[in-house]
């Protein structure tokens, strides 16, 4: 079977795709995650991501109550992704399975799932510190012949933040794989 699909994920789709690339490496044409590695132990994951959340007024009583409590700007642009029910406004993602989720993750190292990675990848980062130096070294040395790129000014949510950007960045990238 000839590989086929690009995957691209950003954070935990990141996590997701390079976990499908190693796995399925014969479906896999190439592979871009977006401030997403291979993970490692991190027990303080579950606090922060979980405070975060847990901090969240749900209902909001509008979008624009939820983008002005996420801070406006790119970042107020998750409030695009409520769902209005009868009470008000709530993520269409379930808190406790997003947190679950990244908990399990945090818990475990990918790293020899991220030397499994055969095709063309290209690593997209962000000046977050969600993917530190060390960690983007590390990857890099553990499979020299992937491309990273840093995006200035912008956070963890970059398709958001630098959605014009990021396009690019990973167009040229598939278009150099021609």
């Not at 405070?51 to 109550?65: G, I, K, M, Q, V």
């Not at 990848?121 to 790129?149: H, K, N, W």
């Amino acid at each position: 079977m000839s590989r086929w699909a690009v995957l691209v994920g950003q954070s935990l789709g990141g996590h997701a795709a390079l976990l499908t690339a190693a796995a399925h490496p014969e479906l896999v044409r190439a592979l871009v995650p977006v401030e997403a590695g291979p993970g490692g132990r991190n027990p303080n994951e579950r606090a922060g991501v979980g405070s975060w959340l847990d901090s969240w007024p749900t209902p909001f009583p509008s979008r624009e109550a939820a983008a002005a409590f996420l801070g406006g700007g790119s970042v107020g642009a998750w409030a695009a992704g409520l769902e209005e029910r009868a009470d008000g406004w709530w993520p269409r993602f379930d808190l406790d399975v997003m947190v679950r989720s990244l908990s399990e993750n945090a818990q475990c190292s990918f790293v020899h799932e991220w030397a499994q990675v055969v095709c063309p990848t290209l690593v997209v980062l962000a000046r977050s510190g969600f993917i530190t130096s060390r960690v983007a070294d590390e990857m890099l040395r553990r499979r020299p012949a992937t491309t990273a790129v840093t995006i200035p000014g912008a956070g963890h949510d970059l398709h958001l933040e630098q959605p014009e950007i990021l396009h690019t960045v990973i167009s040229d990238f598939l278009m150099s794989l021609t």
